[in-house]
């Protein structure tokens, strides 16, 4: 009797947010996982996000935050690890082949992961509804990016 592969878990806020790539990147591979969903509710001006707090230190894992992927013993938390993790087991070519290719990827995640992302979600937590600063600041790194892809199709690889 063949053993049933155990489906690896994506934990994340009840929302599309920093885990929406990964569950396309999943899709993309064909990599069948589970979504475990963290709530946070709202009463009488009250944040509650207890759904999260009370298992998150239960999981073990090294830093507890979302997203994670709990992948049977492995476990692994922080965004970009998570897409790393998912790369390297399920497409290491995804994570670059040469040491230069993985080096262009780390530098570009780090301006889109960092600095981009950064620009974009400080917004919506902020209440300021007048997005010209969040705009200003993906046009002063648009150009570098766009001459770091001038030449190829993909970001690393062609």
Not at 8 to 27: D, T, V
Not at 36 to 52: F, L, P
Not at 99 to 112: F, Y
């Given at each position: 009797m063949d053993k049933k592969p155990i489906k690896p878990i994506l934990g994340y806020w009840n929302i599309r947010g920093f885990a929406a790539g990964m569950q396309y990147l999943f899709k993309h591979l064909g990599v069948e996982y589970d979504f475990k969903s963290y709530e946070t509710k709202y009463e009488n001006g009250v944040v509650d996000r207890s759904d999260w707090t009370d298992e998150k230190w239960k999981l073990g894992l090294d830093f507890p935050n979302l997203p994670y992927i709990i992948d049977g013993d492995y476990k692994v938390s922080e965004s970009i690890?998570?897409?790393?993790?998912?790369?390297?087991?399920?497409?290491?070519?995804?994570?670059?082949?040469?040491?230069?290719?993985?080096?262009?990827?780390?530098?570009?995640?780090?301006?889109?992961?960092?600095?981009?992302?950064?620009?974009?979600?400080?917004?919506?937590?902020?209440?300021?509804?007048?997005?010209?600063?969040?705009?200003?600041?993906?046009?002063?790194?648009?150009?570098?990016?766009?001459?770091?892809?001038?030449?190829?199709?993909?970001?690393?690889?062609?």
């Amino acid at each position: 009797m063949d053993k049933k592969p155990i489906k690896p878990i994506l934990g994340y806020w009840n929302i599309r947010g920093f885990a929406a790539g990964m569950q396309y990147l999943f899709k993309h591979l064909g990599v069948e996982y589970d979504f475990k969903s963290y709530e946070t509710k709202y009463e009488n001006g009250v944040v509650d996000r207890s759904d999260w707090t009370d298992e998150k230190w239960k999981l073990g894992l090294d830093f507890p935050n979302l997203p994670y992927i709990i992948d049977g013993d492995y476990k692994v938390s922080e965004s970009i690890a998570c897409y790393e993790y998912i790369c390297a087991k399920w497409k290491p070519d995804y994570n670059g082949r040469t040491h230069e290719e993985k080096a262009r990827l780390a530098m570009l995640s780090g301006v889109v992961y960092g600095d981009l992302r950064n620009a974009v979600t400080s917004s919506c937590y902020s209440g300021n509804v007048d997005r010209t600063p969040v705009i200003e600041k993906i046009d002063a790194k648009m150009p570098a990016i766009y001459k770091f892809l001038a030449n190829n199709t993909f970001i690393v690889g062609n």
